[in-house]
C-alpha cells in the first residue's frame, strides 16, 4: 500500500530563517504530489501540487517544493519563513486511495 | 470558489447514538471523501466515492459507513457512536486526480 511519510512533526523557527519540510513516498508508479497547509482554526487549503514536467513547482505565499524521482521524495521549502506561516503541513499523494502524511506543525516565531 | 460544506461545526452525542454527519460540495466533484484528524496521527481516510451509489473502504472504516445517493452530497454515519470516535472530521471533494477542496471540519465528541 502506498505511504506518505513526513520527516518532522513539530518544527520551530524564527523568522527569516529558511524552511525545509521532509516528505517521502512509497508508491511505484505515476504520481501526482500535494502539499497543504491548514492555518490555526481554518480549513485544509492548498498549498502547491506536481502532476508532471519541471519538478521544481511553484505555490503561494512563496512556497516550493522539489520533487526527486530517484528519492521519493517532495521536500517542501521556504527561504524566508513570517510569523504568518504558522501552521500544519501536509504533504499528500495520488493515485488511489488519497494518502496524507502525518503532518508538520511549524511554528514561527516572531 | 468551490465551496464544501459541512452541516455542523460542532456536535455532540452520546454512546451507542446513531450520528449523521453531512457534507455538501458544489462543484459537481466525481470524488468524495471523509476523513477523521487526530492529533499526531495527520489525516486517515475513512471512505471515498468516486461516483453517485459508489463507495469504497479507506484506511478505518471500522465502525462507519456512508451514503451517496447524489453526486453533490456525502454523508457519513457512525452506526453506534464511541468515545474512541471523538475527532474531528474531515470531508472534501475533487475531480479525479486533481487536489481536493476540504471543508471547515466537524468536531465531534462522544460522551
Known amino acids: 500500500a502506498q505511504s506518505v511519510s513526513q520527516h518532522n512533526h513539530h518544527v520551530i523557527l524564527s523568522e527569516a530563517a529558511s524552511l525545509e519540510l521532509g516528505c517521502n513516498y512509497s508508491y511505484g508508479g505515476t504520481v501526482n504530489l500535494f502539499w497543504y497547509v491548514q492555518y490555526p482554526g481554518q480549513h485544509l487549503q492548498l498549498l502547491l501540487k506536481?502532476?508532471?514536467?519541471?519538478?521544481l513547482v511553484k505555490g503561494i505565499k512563496g512556497f516550493e517544493a522539489e520533487f526527486i524521482k530517484s528519492k521519493f521524495s517532495f521536500n517542501l521549502r521556504k527561504p524566508s519563513v513570517q510569523w504568518s506561516d504558522t501552521a500544519e503541513y501536509f504533504c499528500?499523494?495520488?493515485?488511489?486511495?488519497?494518502?496524507f502524511g502525518d503532518g508538520t506543525t511549524l511554528t514561527v516565531k516572531p | 470558489d468551490v465551496k464544501v460544506t459541512q452541516s455542523s461545526r460542532y456536535l455532540v452525542k452520546r454512546t451507542g447514538e446513531k450520528v449523521f454527519l453531512e457534507c455538501v460540495q458544489d462543484?459537481?466533484?466525481?470524488?468524495m471523501f471523509w476523513y477523521r484528524q487526530d492529533p499526531g496521527l495527520g489525516l486517515r481516510l475513512i471512505y471515498f466515492?468516486?461516483?453517485?451509489?459508489?463507495?469504497e473502504k479507506g484506511d478505518i472504516p471500522e465502525g462507519y459507513s456512508v451514503s451517496r445517493e447524489k453526486k453533490e452530497r456525502f454523508s457519513l454515519i457512525l452506526e453506534s457512536a464511541s468515545t474512541n470516535q471523538t475527532s474531528m472530521y474531515l470531508c472534501?471533494?475533487?475531480?479525479?486526480?486533481?487536489?481536493?477542496?476540504f471543508g471547515d471540519g466537524t468536531r465531534l465528541s462522544i460522551l
Open positions: 506536481y502532476f508532471s514536467g519541471d519538478p
Open positions: 462543484m459537481d466533484h466525481e470524488n
Open positions: 472534501a471533494s475533487s475531480y479525479r486526480g486533481q487536489p481536493q477542496h
Open positions: 499528500a499523494v495520488i493515485p488511489g486511495k488519497s494518502t
Open positions: 466515492s468516486y461516483d453517485v451509489k459508489m463507495k
